[in-house]
Nanobody, 125 residues
Framework: QLQLVESGGGLVQPGGSLRLSCAAS????????FAWFRQAPGMEREAVGCISSSRSPHSTELADSVKGRFTISRDNANKNTVYLDLSDLKPEDTAVYYC???????????????WGKGTLVTVSS
């Protein structure tokens, strides 16, 4: 059983930046790939990106809609923390952002095993 706790959301102006954190706890964390999803008001949840499990060759991917603006990474000292750095934020990035874990080396966005409760990002002037 894993627990995922997101933090770092808030209100930011267009063009601003935020760092979201996902603190994971539980057994065997190095065998989980981690993903970020988001759900905007009235929209379906969508995948934002993935980072491979820490026991696998390092790899990340990001959705086309955020590529070049968002970065997904893992804390080098504490492998149990995953980050999503958001920059050049736009109003359409407003959403609840969720951390998720998949018990394999890479994310299967349709087979997520654990979800956090989410953190709200609001981009508005």
């Amino acid at each position: 059983q894993l627990q995922l706790v997101e933090s770092g959301g808030g209100l930011v102006q267009p063009g601003g930046s935020l760092r979201l954190s996902c603190a994971a706890s539980g057994f065997g964390l190095d065998s989980y790939a981690f993903a970020w999803f988001r759900q905007a008001p009235g929209m379906e949840r969508e995948a934002v990106g993935c980072i491979s499990s820490s026991r696998s060759p390092h790899s990340t991917e990001l959705a086309d809609s955020v590529k070049g603006r968002f970065t997904i990474s893992r804390d080098n000292a504490n492998k149990n923390t995953v980050y999503l750095d958001l920059s050049d934020l736009k109003p359409e990035d407003t959403a609840v952002y969720y951390c998720a874990a998949d018990h394999q080396s890479w994310c299967n966005y349709y087979g997520i095993d654990y979800w956090g409760k989410g953190t709200l990002v609001t981009v508005s002037s």
